[in-house]
């Protein structure tokens, strides 16, 4: 292949890999497998490395192939990103209706049609289009200059490289500014806030701020790692193209490819806005992400230039804010728990509170940063709200109604629960006893016998606590010696509970090589990072004797991850465990190189039980022929298997037109009897 063809080869596969990525990202809507998709990244790579010349910036391989930068610089708008006036009721929302109707001379009794739109609690933004590639990206900032994080923004698959005509309209406009608010979806914000936690590190306050703190990172490959999501919202410059309404603007980005939120709507006047709130509200808590309420704006674009702006804020438009979900209560006292890692958080302990439909006893106070920069004291009067309708905080101490002898908190010095020495490593305090603290050593055998891990079935809270408080487990490792007549001298405990649990701990001897990684709990491992794990190493002694340069060499795997796993190893004490565990019979198999199987590319979707697999064996047993098995109802799944009484997932299925199979039909697909 000459220069010319290749370029043409390029150009060709570029088009191809961004309009499947529309499909895949934008529409939900997967038009070839995912290794079909492979295929298609692979060809262009493989030409872009023989002809870097032809290298451009909408191509699908420059998402995450920056370089960390040394700090952000600036990016003038040039128009305003104004901010919004915001109301709070019903009252509100009418009078600024009033106030339209005023400003433009009309009778009270005229409707005005409204453009209604979810509010978006994430990070406001500017996308620039030349010529229908992507060539800057910026934040809202002050709302006349923002931060260049173009970088960061290429590393969001739903933000197209390169914009492309649909439905067989003219190609996009010469220039284009356009809006949109970044987020990060509540399960993507859960699962980071676990691992930081997991880690000793201070866990996001809000979906808000981790969206933020994600889009700000000077090193994109971090931002990539987190899966940010975006909807677009509004039209800035646009060199030819003009629109007569909002709601047609958004339609236009719409073709070209953007993703727009699905629940915008035209209202005929007022009370059809309020409905539209109420409907929201009540849709709010169904939803993978953030709403604060909804936003207002005069749908025709010759009436907002009549209505004009005022320095920061338009007078055609106005956020709608829902109700907080927030309440005062007590704090009757201030605990300190001990983590698995051995991080020390204070945890404010509360007279029930009713909170957005959740009775909230207690409440996450961090670190003892937090709890000083709140003041918060036992006795206290506090304002408490569930962060992003997940995670209960105090938001605010109400001073004027504090005891006269409350006083300030002192994390102690000494470990709550076994009187080791504590540190402090930057603004986490960590307990220095290691699994001769038992709270430590309980929270460990509570994730190595969870169900994604080792998955001993009844082996519940209390039975750890007994377990380590009476001695007979000292590490994991001690859980493949328990002996029948022991457990029976326990309370609570019968034969018939006996029998499970020793029946359970032996079927757990035969897990994945992946799952016993991620039991073992090392700092910053969590299940897909024992994946990757397994996958390079293909063994565990192999994994105990990796270097830091090796596991700095596998994609994914960074210098903190890569300490904390060759720290782990270094310790005599975890391979003295594991060889202990391999005594005991637990066999911990070698992983394969992943080879593509009979159903390599499919994915499955499992609900309801099985009769002749559990959960985790069944998923196990697709993987091992290439598919991949999801935890998630979409159109891009291929076989959703349908076992007893199969709930919610399978009426969603259904509506959605997808591939419907029982056992039987399963068994048969991966050619077991």
Request: proline fraction near 5%.
């Amino acid at each position: 292949m000459d220069e010319k063809e290749a370029k043409a080869e390029i150009e060709r596969l570029k088009k191809e890999i961004n309009y499947h990525n529309y499909r895949y990202y934008v529409l939900d809507s997967p038009a070839i497998t995912d290794a079909e998709y492979d295929r298609l990244m692979r060809q262009l790579e493989a030409l872009e490395v023989k002809y870097p010349q032809f290298i451009t910036p909408d191509s699908p391989t420059q998402r995450i192939g920056a370089a960390p930068l040394a700090a952000f610089g600036t990016i003038t708008h040039t128009m305003p990103m104004l901010s919004l006036n915001n109301a709070f009721t019903v009252e509100e929302a009418q009078e600024f209706d009033s106030r339209v109707k005023r400003t433009l001379k009309l009778s009270p009794d005229e409707k005005i049609e409204y453009a209604a739109e979810p509010k978006m609690d994430g990070l406001a933004v500017e996308l620039v289009y030349e010529d229908g590639i992507f060539i800057k990206g910026s934040t809202r900032g002050d709302g006349y200059v923002g931060e260049d994080v173009t970088q960061n923004l290429r590393t969001i698959k739903t933000i197209p490289l390169s914009l492309h005509p649909h439905g067989g309209k003219a190609g996009p406009p010469k220039y284009i500014e356009i809006r949109g608010e970044v987020f990060l979806p509540l399960e993507s914000f859960r699962k980071i806030n676990r691992e930081k936690e997991a880690k000793g590190e201070l866990p996001f306050a809000n979906p808000r701020n981790a969206a933020a703190g994600s889009l700000r990172q000077l090193n994109p490959k971090i931002t990539a790692s987190r899966p940010l999501d975006i909807f677009c919202y509004g039209v800035g410059t646009a060199e030819g193209v003009t629109f007569k309404t909002h709601y047609q603007s958004l339609q236009f980005i719409k073709d070209l490819g953007l993703k727009v939120n699905p629940f915008v709507k035209v209202a005929a006047g007022i009370d059809e806005v309020l409905e539209y709130h109420r409907e929201m509200e009540e849709k709010r808590e169904k939803l993978n992400y953030e709403l604060d309420g909804v936003v207002i704006k005069v749908n025709d674009l010759g009436l907002q230039n009549r209505l004009g702006v005022l320095t920061r804020s338009p007078r055609w438009a106005l956020a709608y804010k829902f109700a907080p979900k927030q309440e005062s209560t007590r704090v009757k006292n201030i605990f300190v728990g001990v983590g698995r890692t051995g991080a020390l958080t204070p945890v404010a302990f509360l007279e029930p509170v009713n909170v957005g439909g959740v009775t909230i006893e207690r409440a996450t106070l961090h670190n003892l940063d937090e709890v000083e920069r709140k003041d918060v004291r036992v006795g206290d009067s506090v304002i408490v709200q569930r962060a992003g309708d997940v995670i209960p905080e105090i938001v605010s101490v109400l001073t004027d109604k504090r005891p006269p002898h409350a006083k300030p908190f002192r994390m102690p010095e000494r470990c709550p629960e076994c009187d080791s020495a504590v540190e402090r490593i930057g603004a986490i305090h960590f307990c220095t006893g290691g699994l001769l603290c038992p709270a430590q050593l309980k929270e460990s055998i509570r994730h190595f016998a969870s169900k994604r891990a080792m998955d001993i079935e009844g082996l519940g809270e209390m039975h750890v606590e007994q377990l380590v408080n009476e001695g007979l487990v000292k590490d994991v490792a001690d859980l493949y010696y328990l002996k029948k007549d022991d457990l029976l001298t326990l309370a609570r405990w019968g034969e018939k509970s006996v029998d499970n649990l020793l029946n359970a701990i032996d079927v757990s001897k035969k897990r994945t090589l992946e799952r016993f990684i991620y039991a073992l709990g090392i700092n910053g491992v969590g299940e897909h990072m024992a994946r990757i794990l397994a996958e390079r190493f293909g063994s565990i002694d192999n994994l105990m004797q990796a270097s830091m340069e090796e596991l700095l060499n596998v994609y994914e795997i960074g210098p903190g991850t890569a300490e904390s796993i060759v720290d782990f190893f270094k310790e005599a004490h975890n391979r003295q465990v594991i060889e202990k565990i391999k005594k005991a019979g637990v066999n911990i198999p070698e992983k394969k190189a992943k080879e593509e199987g009979r159903l390599t590319g499919k994915k499955f979707i499992f609900t309801g039980a099985l009769e002749s697999f559990t959960r985790d064996e069944a998923q196990e047993l697709v993987e091992s022929e290439g598919a991949e098995a999801v935890s998630a109802i979409s159109r891009k799944i291929d076989y959703v298997v349908a076992g007893a009484e199969a709930g919610s997932k399978l009426d969603k299925a259904r509506k959605l037109g997808l591939k419907i199979i029982d056992e039987q039909e399963f068994k048969k697909l991966i050619g077991r009897p």
